[in-house]
Every structure is written in structure tokens, then in C-alpha cells.
């Protein structure tokens, strides 16, 4: 069977009243990668937000789909067990609930009752990934992200994909405030990830990251919309040159959308 | 004025109990004694929760007939629970309501000189040594429960450490309500001299849901200079129990006291927990979790009291409170004058699982000496949407991310437990509350 599809048509999304998103068009499939850059406030974090279904967004109008089922009929674990991930750009901190103990809760949702993973082998293939991302392996048994580090937190992130392994995921600045080691780790992980059933789309302000994970489409967001589309040259362009071009070329004066929740 | 009494039993009747128990003359005497003052002393006022309505002083049994336990075997399988069956080297004294049913002692105790019995034995073998400590750190005359207690104790352990002495291996008392007539006058007292130290966990569990009756539990805990005690408590007594316990521990010199208590009763609970850090260089930490549900109204009031010099107190109490329940947190950290270079810190916090619950937490500094340092946090709320959203956004469904969430916000305290099985059993107690 060849990979999922993310289909989202005319995408509308509010907060507290606000419209943000202004129509979004997308469709990312399985063994591909699209990268959404763009300025800050125009509307990025919102579009992974309201495709994972969180409480503070409103969708107003449009639709989301995975494999042709509607996404926005479903409770956020449904989301994520339908086969959507969303790497946060500041994941949440839970006291008194190991890292372990809540990839496994997570893991064993996904597989359902009866098909649980057994202790031991999750405890295996936990190791074998947090390895793999080069992270301490103490960090298992830490309170879920308490007191990580910027660059832990999204190391975390990472695992958790992994250890997930989602239809399509989505990574929200994911390299926002990570060093240039972390940054090489965390695209280790998402490029390892890389195939025929694994879609991605990461949402970035930096060419940066896009220098370790070639993306097959680039698309610009500004005003809460799509506004130009292209390969991984487009990428390469607006780290030469900036957005201003793009601006210019589509007439946008304010490129921000609303505020960036 | 009536000469009538207003207590279900008098004098007379408290005499031959006393008598019948072949308690030495003295307890005989207190009994007698507070039980005359009873009536002129004031109930407990607790903090913002009404008592006036509660049943604490009319009931129709003194005591019940219960059945011993001749080998652990022949515990009911909700005590079994409790007890690490692998560990033969500990202590357990196993009580049904009022009759002490069980008793194995380590032979790691017996040898050191230490006592641990139940308190009429107590009172019988070690009159001396009982009296010396019984209701020393909780006066009779405090209140009318606490006099109507030493007027009525009806069950309870001592356990004395020698000087010393450091035993091991936790000692366990588990007191068992199984019959819906009980009423429970349970006094425990645990005496740690200096140098020794010893770690306790105490169960107290119903297995009869038809209960009506009343709980009036005093513990004092006593270490003595330089020594230590860990004391554990898991209370899960039954809807129709009205209880008020009060554990209060007075540390000496250089003395460290640590409370881990599992709050779960059902019924109506009155829970005083009072630390006085009498020495200089003394310890006290307290860690409370409770759960409140259905209609019940809990008032849980946790004080450290420093009077020694370079005293530290810590309290940490996290509550969940759902269903119609209402729970009041009240926090007291008290410095008294001369108490220089101690540290007082307190956090409370109170998470509210429906609308109608109510949860209130009272963060109280009380300092009359300069040089000291001291803290409190407080916060009630409810369940963090966004945390709930990234354990869903893992797939985790909503029950179940709430039930990660509550375990985590109660497991500073459940880790703190330092017998296995009752960190199992407050851990399902846990699960079973909040579903």
C-alpha cells in the first residue's frame, strides 16, 4: 500500500475571534517532505495546531482529511491515532509521569487493547532510539519533560516520533533554539524516518535545518495563507535573499496575519 | 443544669472497663479524669469547616468482638495486600477493630529491646514506659475529642526503639474495620530515643461499606535526640466513618520526623497533623496527598512549629477533588521567638476535578523571631487543557491522559511510601477515587 495523504482544502481558522488562517491549500503525501517557511505571525503555527486539533483554535471552514477521512470530525487522540503526529514547538511539562511511562500509555493507545507492547520490548526498542538520538538514556525514567532543556525537549519530540511512528508528522519550529549538534541529531531522526509510508511537514522560519532534510516541496505562508510554492531552490532563494522578493512580487505590504499564538 | 451525662458511657462504666482490661491504676485514672473534663472543653475548630453538625460523640459500642488471626494465612485478602509476604523479616501488628488479631515481631527487634505491642498490652507490661509518653505530645485536655479519646482509647499500638537502636526494616501496623458496629478510639504511640531510628507505615482499612460509626484517632510520635522517624500512613476508612485524627510528632534535638500520609477516607474527616520541632537542629517534612469524592467534607490542617534553633519544617500536600466534595488545606508554619536560622516552607495545592467540587488551600506564616527564612505556595485549579492536549496528541485518550495527570500531581507524595505494597495499594486506592 503506498503512503497516507494529508489533504487540507481552503483551510479557515479563528482564535478568540481572529481569523488567522485565510484559506489554506496543502496536500502532503507519504514519502514526501514539505517544508512551510515564512515570517513570523503569518499563520505556520496555527496550521499545525488546527490540523492536531488544539482546543484554542476554531475551524470556521475548509476541511482536513487523512485518507480521505475527516480529520476535524475526530477528538485529538483520535487524530493521533489515525496515524497524525505534531512535534511541539513548547511541549508541555507533566510531573510525576515518567517519559517511559507515557511513551508506553502512548505506544500501547496506538496498538490497542490485546495488542500491547510487552515490557521488554519496549523497554528495548525505547533504548535502541534514545541512542539513536544520542540522548542520556536516565532520561527515560525523568518526568516528562520537567526541567529538559530546550534542546532535550526537542530530542524528546524526536523520540517520540520515532517511537510512534506516525503516517504524517508534523514538526512545528522544531529547530528553534536547538545548536548546530542538536540540529544535525534531530534531522538524523526525522531523515531515518524518511520513506514511502512517512509524510512530513516541517514548519520552520530557517534554511537552516533545511541544509540536513532535503524537502521535496517548499511552500511560503504569509497572511495566513499559501502564497508561493516551489522545490528545495525556493528554500535556498529566501535564505539568500530574504522575504521581501516574494512580497514585492505578490504585493503584500504586511506579510502578519492576526497575532502567532 | 442536668447532672445527666451527655457521653454514652460514664464513669462508672469506663472504671470497670478499665478495670476488666487490668489497665494499671493510673490509665484508669486519666480515663476517669478526662472524661470528667470533656464536657467543659471546646470542640476542635478547624479552620473554615463547620463541625457542629457532626457526629464525633454518640455511639453505641465501646467495643466489638472480633476474631483473632492465627497466621498471616488467614488474613482477609485486602490485608494480605498490604503486607510484603516476602519480607520475613519484618514487623506486623494486625488489629480488627477493636481486638489486637495478629502480632509478628523480627527477630532484628527482639533482640534490640524493642517493644511493639498493642496498647493494652502495653499498659499491662510496659506501664512504666507508656506512661511516661501517653498523651504527652497531645494533651487530653486539648479538646473534647482529644480528652474524650484518652477517656475511650480502645486500640492502638506502641512501638518503642531504645536508644541506639536503628531498626531497618519498616514496621507495619494495619487496623482493620470490618464490622459496621466498630467505633474506633485508636491510639498509636511511637517512641524513637536518641540516636535510634525506625520507619512505620500504618493501614487504615474497612472492608464493611455499611459503616456508621466514629473514628477518633491520636498519634504521637516522639524522637528523641538525634533520631529518626519515618512514619507512613494510607487511611481508606468507609463512607459512614466520621473520623478525626490527629498525628502529631515532637522532635528533639537534632531529631528528624517525616510524614508520608495517604489521605482516602470516604466519609466526613477531620485530620490534624501537627510537627513540633522542639529541639535545636530539628527536622520535620511532611507529605500529605488526599482525594476527596461524592459528598464528603475534609478538613486537613498541617503545621510545623519551630521552637529550636535552626529548625526546618516542609509541608507538601497535593489534593484532588471531584464529585460534590469539599476539602480545606490549611497550611501553618509557625516560628516562635528564639527560633533563629530556621527555615519554614510549605506548598499546597489542590486540583479540581468537577464543577462542583470545592477545594480551598490557606497558606498560614505565623513568625515572631527576626532571623529566619520562610515560603508558601498555594494554587487550586483544574486539569491543564494543554497538558491534556499533548498527552492526546500522542494518542492517549482523554480518561486516561487525566488519569496520567492525576497520578502525576500525587506522586511526589505515593514515592515517599516506604513499603512496597501500600505504595501499590494507595497507587489503586488513587485509581479507584478518581475514575
Known amino acids: ?261 | 443544669m442536668t447532672t445527666e451525662t451527655k457521653w454514652p458511657f460514664d464513669q462508672e462504666y469506663i472504671t470497670s472497663f478499665s478495670k476488666e482490661m487490668s489497665e494499671p491504676a493510673w490509665l484508669t485514672e486519666l480515663r476517669v479524669q478526662s472524661l470528667e473534663k470533656a464536657e467543659d472543653l471546646p470542640m476542635p475548630k478547624p479552620d473554615k469547616t463547620k463541625i457542629n453538625k457532626w457526629n464525633f460523640t454518640q455511639f453505641e459500642k465501646l467495643l466489638v468482638k472480633s476474631d483473632v488471626f492465627s497466621s498471616i494465612d488467614e488474613l482477609p485478602e485486602e490485608v494480605k495486600a498490604l503486607v510484603d509476604q516476602e519480607a520475613k523479616e519484618n514487623s506486623l501488628y494486625v488489629q480488627r477493630n477493636n481486638k489486637p488479631a495478629y502480632l509478628q515481631l523480627s527477630k532484628e527487634m527482639q533482640e534490640q529491646g524493642v517493644v511493639f505491642t498493642d496498647i493494652f498490652t502495653a499498659a499491662r507490661e510496659y506501664s512504666d514506659l507508656l506512661k511516661k509518653y501517653f498523651m504527652t505530645a497531645v494533651k487530653t485536655d486539648e479538646n473534647r475529642l482529644t480528652a474524650l479519646h484518652a477517656a475511650f482509647v480502645n486500640g492502638g499500638a506502641f512501638l518503642y526503639v531504645p536508644k541506639n537502636v536503628q531498626i531497618k526494616n519498616p514496621i507495619q501496623a494495619i487496623f482493620l474495620h470490618d464490622d459496621a458496629e466498630a467505633n474506633l478510639f485508636n491510639h498509636v504511640l511511637v517512641v524513637a530515643e536518641d540516636n535510634s531510628s525506625l520507619t512505620y507505615v500504618e493501614n487504615y482499612i474497612s472492608t464493611t461499606g455499611a459503616a456508621n460509626g466514629l473514628v477518633n484517632i491520636v498519634t504521637e510520635a516522639i524522637a528523641g535526640a538525634n533520631a529518626k522517624i519515618q512514619y507512613g500512613a494510607v487511611d481508606t476508612l468507609a463512607a459512614g466513618l466520621t473520623t478525626y485524627v490527629n498525628r502529631r510528632g515532637h522532635a528533639g534535638r537534632d531529631a528528624r520526623i517525616e510524614w508520608a500520609l495517604g489521605l482516602m477516607n470516604d466519609g466526613n474527616t477531620i485530620s490534624e497533623n501537627v510537627t513540633n520541632l522542639v529541639g535545636d537542629g530539628s527536622y520535620g517534612d511532611t507529605k500529605m496527598v488526599m482525594v476527596g469524592r461524592g459528598e464528603q467534607t475534609q478538613n486537613f490542617t498541617t503545621s510545623i512549629i519551630h521552637f529550636g534553633k535552626n529548625s526546618e519544617g516542609y509541608i507538601l500536600k497535593h489534593g484532588v477533588v471531584k464529585d460534590s466534595a469539599t476539602s480545606i488545606f490549611n497550611g501553618i508554619g509557625k516560628i516562635e521567638h528564639g527560633a533563629s536560622k530556621s527555615n519554614a516552607e510549605q506548598e499546597s495545592r489542590v486540583l479540581m476535578l468537577s464543577e462542583k467540587a470545592r477545594g480551598d488551600a490557606n497558606p498560614i506564616l505565623l513568625i515572631d523571631e527576626d532571623d529566619v527564612t520562610a515560603g508558601h505556595a498555594a494554587s487550586v485549579g483544574r486539569v491543564d487543557p494543554l497538558q491534556l492536549y499533548y498527552l492526546m496528541s500522542r494518542g492517549i485518550p482523554k480518561t486516561e491522559a487525566e488519569r496520567l495527570v492525576i497520578h502525576g500531581f500525587l506522586a511526589p507524595v505515593v514515592n515517599e511510601l516506604p513499603i512496597e505494597g501500600v505504595k501499590k495499594q494507595l497507587v489503586e486506592v488513587i485509581e479507584r477515587k478518581v475514575k
Request: negative net charge.
Open chain 1, 1 to 261: 500500500m503506498a503512503g497516507s495523504v494529508l489533504s487540507i482544502k481552503d483551510l479557515h481558522v479563528e482564535i478568540e475571534g481572529k481569523e488567522i488562517l485565510k484559506g489554506v491549500n496543502l496536500e502532503v503525501k507519504g514519502g514526501e517532505i514539505h517544508a512551510i517557511m515564512g515570517p513570523n505571525g503569518t499563520g505556520k503555527s496555527t496550521l499545525s495546531s488546527s490540523i492536531m486539533g488544539h482546543p484554542k483554535y476554531e475551524v470556521t471552514s475548509g476541511s482536513v482529511s487523512l485518507d480521505g477521512e475527516n480529520v476535524l470530525d475526530m477528538a485529538v487522540d483520535e487524530r493521533a491515532r489515525a496515524g497524525l503526529f505534531l512535534a511541539m514547538q513548547y511541549p508541555s511539562e507533566i510531573s510525576g509521569v515518567t517519559n517511559a511511562d507515557f511513551l508506553r500509555s502512548a505506544l500501547n493507545s496506538r496498538l490497542g487493547e490485546g495488542n500491547e507492547i510487552s515490557l521488554m520490548k519496549f523497554i528495548r526498542k525505547m533504548d535502541k532510539q534514545m541512542e539513536f538520538l544520542e540522548m542520556d538514556l536516565d532520561m527515560a525514567q525523568r518526568y516528562l519533560n520537567e526541567g529538559f532543556s530546550g534542546g532535550e525537549k526537542k530530542r524528546n519530540e524526536i523520540l517520540q516520533l520515532m517511537m510512534l511512528e506516525p503516517k504524517i508528522a508534523i514538526l512545528d519550529e522544531i529547530d528553534s533554539g536547538l545548536d548546530i549538534d542538536a540540529l544535525k541529531v534531530v534531522s538524523k531522526g526525522i531523515n531515518e524516518m524518511r520513506g514511502e509510508d512517512f509524510g512530513c511537514l516541517i514548519i520552520t522560519h530557517y534554511q537552516r535545518l533545511l541544509d540536513y532534510i532535503t524537502p521535496d516541496h517548499v511552500h511560503v505562508m504569509m497572511q495566513g495563507r499559501i502564497v508561493k510554492s516551489g522545490g528545495p531552490e525556493l528554500a535556498q532563494r529566501l535564505e539568500a535573499e530574504g522575504y521581501d522578493w516574494i512580497k514585492k512580487e505578490l504585493g503584500i505590504e504586511d506579510e502578519t496575519v492576526g497575532q502567532e499564538a
